[in-house]
């Protein structure tokens, strides 16, 4: 599978900032997904994305399919200290079923 | 509805030893697929099976394989550990083919 390049790797920020993340990747993706894990347990999807220029949002959290389809970014705005976490973007191109994952931003927040 | 359940969730083996992990789909689910993440790789894709055929594989040793029983439940095997084997084993299950994929909490594998 092809890696995605995700950064920042980490971020380590006080509660009530906001928060900003991409991805990147040489080839064209239809499905951007965006996923968080905390310790000991498994990705919790966020954000699907299934068009380019789509923007969608969950909460506090805000996700855009890029227009040129290869690259995808995630806003968190006022974050929280329950937002620390791995958060990893994902992408699926049309030639493949499996999904991509990017290496992942670890956030930290302090209150 | 319930979410994806993965047994063990904790497995210690030795090297040359074999394992199965178990991995249960949400209900109505009928694509299973399986990842390993390791901190030096990340996550990567090692198979999906849809209605008991494995449709897709990534690039692992034969050493890993699955399969998938009637009822959806998925089990994947690893024969002769290898120490690089340690990592947690996620599966994820997904209503169709290019539906989103929602993970388990996934098995801690240690090979010693």
């Known amino acids: 599978g092809q890696q995605l390049n995700q950064s920042p790797q980490s971020m380590f920020i006080q509660e009530g900032e906001d928060v900003s993340m991409n991805c990147t990747s040489s080839?064209?993706?239809?499905?951007w997904l965006w996923y968080k894990q905390e310790p000991g347990e498994g990705p919790v999807l966020l954000i699907a994305?299934?068009?380019?220029?789509e923007l969608t949002s969950n909460g506090r959290l805000t996700a855009q399919f890029g227009i040129t389809r290869k690259d995808s970014f995630l806003n968190i705005s006022a974050s929280i200290p329950s937002d620390v976490g791995i958060y990893f973007c994902a992408g699926r191109s049309n030639s493949g079923y499996a999904l991509n994952f990017g290496k992942g931003t670890s956030l930290l927040v302090t209150p | 509805k319930a979410g994806v359940t993965q047994t063990p969730r904790y497995l210690i083996k030795t090297r040359g030893q074999q394992v199965t992990l178990s991995c249960s789909p949400i209900s109505g689910h009928r694509s299973v697929s399986w990842y390993q993440q390791t901190p030096g790789q990340g996550l990567q894709f090692l198979f999906e099976y849809f209605s008991e055929t494995q449709r897709n594989k990534g690039n692992f040793p034969g050493r890993f394989s699955g399969r998938q029983f009637s009822n959806s439940r998925s089990e994947m095997n690893v024969s002769t550990l290898e120490l690089g084997d340690s990592a947690l084993y996620l599966c994820?299950?997904?209503?169709?083919?290019?539906?989103?994929?929602?993970f388990g909490p996934g098995t801690r594998l240690t090979v010693l």
């Open positions: 080839s064209i993706f239809n499905t």
């Open positions: 994305l299934y068009k380019a220029g």
């Open positions: 994820a299950s997904s209503a169709g083919d290019t539906d989103t994929q929602y």
